[in-house]
């Protein structure tokens, strides 16, 4: 068996491509997204080596679209979850005894698989199934999941070589063990990379996984499932099932083999896994390793040294690009009084501009919501806004779901810095706005600190230096992503390793080592060469 210690190549961030009218790219992906829309595919289930079909089949229709089928999925039940389970398990020795490198080039294989003959079927999928337009697509569903592959690949590598120092006499290793047992990747709908990532880091650091992806989410995820294949990811490391979420938790989290979770959702499921947990502690091998991404109630800060046009363009792309349904979208605005005016004339005329429609249309900026529930809840609020007199929307406020789920972009301005959707997370194409006045900027941030649970994005817009010191050191907690004129999304793999912490996570740094460091279990080995035959020390020499 031949030795050696092995770089990985150098990862570069994946150019995002243009899609500009004329554009190769444009052609290909219209092709493919036409193509997609008029078949109906049938999706199984992927439990070992085996395709998985059930009695219940289940319709997928797109969000812009919901009379129009494009797939039928294969609904699963207990019985499933237990058999992704054995076939992790049953995976899982030969997967953890292959060596790094093996493991580092199937993800590597991935992402030029993606980079190429895949992207134009995964950007489709990701159009179709959670409604977004092309660009969102592409530096999503192609971008930041082939820079997952390839930026995870390097920090593996990185973590491997970390070792500890040696006296003489002596050789002290470190190596990095799986986990012991299987984890549970629990997927949301927003990002196909993000889906992605939650069972690849695991696996890539020699784990078996089982992955249970948002309903919402399957279209693409079935994609996803075909890239590992194809890259040669052995059968039974990741397996993806299609079930109730709490009939899955009652198999996983009563099993003495689980090893852990990576997971983005709500806050309000993510405590209830982590109660879940700590009810069946005694239960298992080792105290689980959970890693998890939850809500937000991310805000812009602009100060009175602001630039009113780069507010103003931060509020319309990092509030409504994808609909709001970013875990990092802007959902919260305080805007001094003095900049008000110009920042309001622009992002009315900005809205006004906005095209709305199915995202196969190219010229559409604004896309359909998940589903019937955001919708519902969304339009529930904005409802309850037009009857309220001390707020009062300047933009959108409409919404109609006879064909799709469009909720029409909305901006609401609010009195009081308390109103009810400064507060709660809605998740969708809808900013609070409160003018303050200019002179209490330093106020103003201590309510931007204390009015949300959450901490996970956040934006502060100045020219005054002191104001971006001053804001930085406020709001130390109140996000994870801290930007400084800069719109709170966009978030880049090997750039701004992404998570909140309060209530927004356990800010494990999805895109970093930090993260793949949750995936391994150290062991120190110390070896002495020459071992001593007495035992005496020489303080008991007489």
Known sequence: MANGFFNVPIPVNEPVKSYVPGSKEREELQQVYNALREQQLDIPMYIGAEEVRTDNKVPFTPPHDH???VAHYHYGNASHVQQAIDAALAAR??????????RAAIFLKAADLLAGPFRARMNAATMIGQSKNVYQAEIDAACEMIDFFRFNAKYMTDIY???????????????HRPLEGFVFALTPFNFTSIAANLPAAPAMMGNVVVWKPANTQIYSAQVVMELFKAAGLPAGVINLVYVDGPEAGEVIFRHRQFAGIHF??????FNHIWKSIADNINTYRNYPRIVGETGGKDFIVAHRSANAKEVATAITRGAFEYQGQKCSAASRAYIPNNIWDEVKAQVVEDLK????????DFSNFINAVIDEKSFDKLAR???AAKKDDSVEIIAGGTHDKSKGYFIEPTIIVAQDPQYVTMCEELFGPVLTLHVYDADKFEETLQIVDETSPYGLTGAIF????????LATKKLSHAAGNFYIND???GAVVGQQPFGGSRSSGTNDKAGSMLNLLRWSSARTIKETFVPPVDYRYPFLQQ
């Open 264 to 269: 983005t959702g709500s806050t309000g499921v």
């Open 462 to 469: 100045a020219n005054d230096r002191y104001a971006v010191e």
């Open 161 to 175: 070589k970390m070792q500890p120092e040696s006296l003489p006499g002596m050789w002290n290793r470190l190596e």
């Open 67 to 69: 009379q129009h089928v």
């Open 487 to 489: 719109k709170p999304t």
């Open 93 to 102: 020795e030969q997967w953890s005894q292959m060596p790094w490198e093996s």
């Open 381 to 383: 609020y904005i409802e």
């Open 353 to 360: 501009s906005f095209k709305m429609g199915d995202p196969g």
